[in-house]
């Protein structure tokens, strides 16, 4: 059974950084796109970012400059580097495939930004 555990996140200050992980077990990665999902609260749940197969990245619009996603097939494992973080990007951040075509999402790392 795929399961996948997501990590990184906790309360920082407006303009501060967090680096999320995700390790996927049960599956290799290195053949998927991979994305980083993420639900505010009272809003559905957005794609933030995706990286595929071959690295090739794409940001929603208002994240591009601020947010880097990487991967590191060896490991299994999908990062998503936050900078310069606002109060509008708190929520529970997830990861899955590209689309996510795993069935069962992780239990997701909260990210706060909070002064």
């Known amino acids: 059974q795929v399961q996948l555990v997501e990590s990184g996140g906790g309360l920082v200050l407006p303009g501060g950084s967090l680096r999320l992980s995700c390790v996927v077990s049960?599956?290799?990665?290195?053949?998927?796109?991979m994305g980083w999902y993420r639900r505010a609260p009272g809003k559905q749940r957005e794609l933030v970012a995706t990286i595929s197969a071959g690295g090739t990245t794409t940001y929603a619009d208002s994240l591009k400059g601020r947010f880097t996603i990487s991967r590191d097939n060896a490991e299994n494992t999908v990062y998503l580097q936050m900078n310069t973080l606002k109060p509008e990007d708190t929520a529970v951040y997830y990861c899955n495939a590209d689309p996510p075509s795993y069935p069962f999402w992780g239990q997701g790392t909260q990210v706060t930004v909070s002064s």
């Open positions: 049960g599956s290799t990665i290195r053949i998927r796109a």
